[in-house]
């Protein structure tokens, strides 16, 4: 299976919105609605931000939003704030009932 | 609140077997899924398989030929294997539960193996 793709590194003012592209194929991404997200800080462990494509887990911020349309799924975050700068890492189930991870993208909040 | 708990060796030889073991600890291991998955220093983060409480497992094809994962559920653990191992297989090895076989959502600490002699 090959890794999700996604952009290296995305980068944004305070305040303003980015977003995270996550390109798969039909077979994983754009075959189900099991796309997730993870943030994750240096020297820290992956944190579950999204799951199924656009829900967010108890506690995680409104400012993090998802959505998919066809093989591509995409993470918005708004209001982006210092404490946003990590990498980020999506996930989709696949048709063999595994898991492919993308890339992951590095995140500067300038 | 569920915790994991990542430990075994921090150094393994080329060619010998990692073996680490996760433990699991504010919940039961039962009715849930559970999986490896390690990152090489500086880069992403990759899924190595995952195990079933009843013991079903999936693995991911690129390392399924070397990988076993196991599970004992009377003690709230369940176990990586990767035999035959080199200097690509050093990473930080992370386990976690992974809810419905579709997101991790809660993660280990890690333990970062490295395959040296």
């Known amino acids: 299976q090959s890794a999700l793709t996604q952009p290296a590194s995305v980068s944004g003012s305070p305040g303003q919105s980015i977003t995270i592209s996550c390109t798969g194929t039909s077979s994983d991404v754009g075959g189900y609605n099991y796309v997730s997200w993870y943030q994750q800080h240096p020297g820290k462990a992956p944190k579950l931000m999204i799951y199924?494509?656009?829900n967010r887990p108890s506690g995680v911020s409104n400012r993090f939003s998802g959505s998919k349309s066809g093989n591509t799924a995409s993470l918005t975050i708004s209001g982006l704030q210092a404490e946003d700068e990590a990498d980020y890492y999506c996930?989709?189930?696949?048709?063999?009932?595994?898991?492919?991870f993308g890339g992951g993208t590095k995140l500067t909040v300038l | 609140q569920v915790q994991l708990q990542e430990s075994g060796p921090g150094l393994v030889r080329p060619s010998e077997t990692l073996s680490l073991t996760c433990t699991v600890s504010g919940g039961s291991i039962s009715s849930y899924y559970w999986s490896w998955i390690r990152q090489p220093p500086g880069k992403g983060l990759e899924w190595i398989g995952f195990i079933y409480y009843s013991g079903s497992t999936n693995y991911n094809p690129s390392l399924k030929s070397r990988v076993t994962i196991s599970v004992d559920t009377s003690k709230n653990q369940f176990s990586l294997k990767l035999s035959s191992v080199t200097a690509a297989d050093t990473a930080v090895y992370y386990c976690?539960?992974?809810?419905?076989?579709?997101?991790?959502?809660?993660w280990g600490q890690g333990i970062l193996v490295t395959v040296s002699s």
């Open positions: 976690a539960r992974l809810y419905d076989a579709i997101y991790f959502d809660y």
């Open positions: 996930t989709s189930y696949t048709s063999s009932s595994t898991l492919v």
């Open positions: 199924d494509v656009s």
